[in-house]
């Protein structure tokens, strides 16, 4: 879950600030902003009302609530306790942070990380127990890929979190206010089509060389992650293969809003499952469907 929008590039930030603006003059509210539009408020001058924006935070839900979003592997912990399926995150505390050393026993770290990889087997994914945006979000295929993301990620955080890798088949997020769903969309990824003969490369070669300059920037970006193994595959005639294997809005995956209805209805029943467990007001729930 998450209780704003996420981090964005500069354009977006000023299409958010804007579209706040635009709420703030229909309703006749008061607008302010400070930090260069990093906090915002809008007030109601007849009530007194104020709603502030720390960055994309609102203040519309409770500070614990909040908190627990923000940190990955407690979002998981609340979501298991309350029966919401979940992808399940172990954490895993920093021994060389002096602010956790404490709580990691003398024993340390490693055999536990490994005995959590070999529950679920390769690949897993380790991330750092806070971010957006798919930020230091590894994928490790094998025990070396493990120790550089462990030394990767605890050379600048406090702790992370072990998951298995789920092959997934969509990503849908569902923008909820109170208990009630605004809004679904599917997550898109850049991919190519097969035609049962090409490899992902020449497939991807064929699109660069139609692209514009701002999508091959940008479909190589995606595509820098793939193995050359990814990269040799033949896809089946007419199956989509995608360029990256994260769905993050940030990282290249588009949107889009035509959700089927049955698909929808399922949705509505995990979000909100989800905003009660952590008892959240206003927030964005991002949902699974794997293989």
């Known amino acids: 879950l998450w209780s704003g929008v996420p981090m964005a590039p500069p354009d977006a930030r000023k299409n958010f600030v804007q579209t706040l603006k635009d ?13 260069h539009d990093w906090i915002l408020q809008l007030r109601d001058k007849a009530s007194g009302k104020q709603c502030s924006v720390f960055g994309y935070t609102f203040d519309a839900n409770p500070a614990a609530a ?6 990955k592997a407690a979002t998981s912990l609340v979501l298991s306790s309350k029966g919401v399926p979940n992808v399940p995150h172990h954490v895993f505390l920093n021994p060389g942070n002096p602010f956790t050393a404490k709580y990691v026993t003398k024993n340390g770290i490693w055999e536990p990380v490994q005995e959590v990889v070999k529950k679920y087997g390769f690949p897993v994914v380790i991330k750092p127990l806070k971010g957006t945006g798919g930020l230091d979000v590894m994928k490790a295929t094998c025990w070396r890929e493990v120790e550089a993301a462990v030394q990767q990620i605890f050379s600048r955080e406090y702790g992370l ?3 298995p890798y789920k092959r997934v088949v969509d990503e849908y997020r569902c923008i909820c206010l109170g208990e009630e769903v605004q809004l679904t969309y599917r997550k898109v990824r850049n991919s190519v089509i097969g035609d049962g003969e090409k ?15 701002e999508e091959i920037v940008g479909m190589l970006s995606d595509a820098a992650e793939l193995r050359p193994e990814e990269v040799a595959a033949v896809p089946k005639k007419g199956e ?10 940030g990282a290249g995956a588009t949107v889009d809003l035509e959700v089927k209805a049955d698909m929808a209805q399922k949705l509505v029943e995990v979000a909100r499952g989800a905003v009660q467990a952590i008892g959240m007001c206003f927030c964005s729930v991002d949902i699974i469907d794997v293989v």
Do not use: D, M, Y
């Open 23 to 35: 709420v703030a003059e229909k309703h006749s509210l008061e607008f302010s902003g400070l930090s």
């Open 199 to 213: 490899s992902v490369g020449a497939l991807l070669a064929e699109r660069l060389q139609k692209a514009t300059p």
């Open 161 to 163: 979190a072990v998951s």
């Open 66 to 71: 909040v908190e627990i979003c923000k940190e």
């Open 240 to 249: 989509h293969a995608a360029l990256q294997w994260k769905h993050n809005l």
